[in-house]
């Protein structure tokens, strides 16, 4: 465990145990919702791959537009 995470945990330890029991759920929810988006993530890597390799074809083939981020 971190020393920062220690301190936190510890600053939360004098707190009453109801507002120990809302930052615990705030973390545990927190966790669970970095996990769905790692998986997310790593399950759309084919998808995501498809597309940028569709996206280089098109540009290749001169099927893309200049653009100027600035004019966005």
Avoid: C, N, V, Y
């Avoid at 997310?40 to 791959?49: E, T």
């Amino acid at each position: 465990m971190t020393e920062l995470l220690k301190k936190a945990f510890d600053e939360a330890a004098q707190l009453p145990a109801d507002q120990q029991d809302a930052i615990a759920s705030l973390l545990l929810e927190e966790l669970k919702s970095d996990r769905a988006w790692s998986q997310a993530f790593d399950r759309s890597q084919d998808a995501l791959q498809k597309l940028a390799d569709e996206a280089i074809r098109d540009h290749k083939a001169g099927k893309t537009d200049k653009m100027d981020p600035s004019s966005l």
